[in-house]
């Protein structure tokens, strides 16, 4: 079975401090692909990266970061210098190699405080 | 593209009534998936389609759900009859394959009562 675990079901954290979000997953599949969204207060789902299971290259874009290992099967996003506008729920999600079927995690809500 | 569209944005019924939700899919996308979200139960999938062809409905919480996609530009999820505990925001996305993100419409909010 398939399962995406977000164990922080909130985190509030003062503005321009870094927060980390962990993710941890479950798959069978050797090939399958990780996502993160982002739900702001206005309640649309924005997708903000995919990872394939082959590439374990971290990434960087302006204050996100997202750190794969496979080794301990997880995929944590990290805002550096958080602002009042991250605040938002964000998903961790997973696909995998035998259908489309689009497996999210809880969610884990972010309070940036000012 | 103008991206997934749903249809209505908010709709307000009474118990008992039937409630047909809709969605455009961006053109060309292959999978279209239903997804339900309340505070409870988070994100729930509740059927997606390949090629228009519905493939897990194993997420259609009774036989008062149903969807179909007629076409590769139309998806409806009916509720008969509605229940108050069928309240909840209804998301409908679509997504070229499983290797790349799916794309959000902005969601029907469904209130019953």
């Not at chain 2, 139309?74 to 996305?93: G, H, M, N």
Request: hydrophobic share 35%; glycine share 6%; net charge negative.
């Amino acid at each position: 079975a398939q399962k995406v675990t977000q164990a922080q079901t909130e985190i509030s954290v003062v503005e321009k401090e870094d927060v980390t979000l962990d993710c941890v997953y479950e798959t069978r599949d050797t090939t399958y692909y990780l996502f993160w969204y982002k739900q702001p207060p206005s309640g649309e789902l924005v997708f903000l990266i995919r990872r394939n299971s082959f590439d374990e290259q971290n990434e960087i874009s302006g204050r996100y970061s997202w750190n794969f290992q496979k080794s301990t099967s997880s995929f944590n996003f990290t805002i550096t210098a958080s602002q009042v506008v991250d605040s938002a729920v964000y998903f961790c999600a997973l696909v995998g190699n035998r259908d489309d079927k689009i497996i999210f995690g809880k969610g884990t809500r972010l309070h940036i405080l000012p | 593209d103008a991206g997934v569209i749903q249809s209505p944005r908010h709709e307000v019924t009474e118990m008992g009534q039937e409630v047909t939700l809709r969605c455009k899919p961006i053109s060309g996308h292959n999978s279209l998936f239903w997804y339900r979200q309340t505070m409870m139960r988070g994100l729930e999938l509740l059927i997606y389609f390949n090629n228009n062809v519905p493939i897990d409905d194993s997420g259609m919480p009774e036989d008062r759900f149903s969807a179909k996609m007629p076409n590769a530009s139309f998806s409806t999820l009916k509720i008969q009859p509605s229940e108050p505990r069928d309240s909840a925001v209804y998301f409908c996305a679509s997504s070229w394959d499983r290797s790349t993100e799916a794309f959000f419409g902005q969601g029907t909010r469904l209130t019953v009562v």
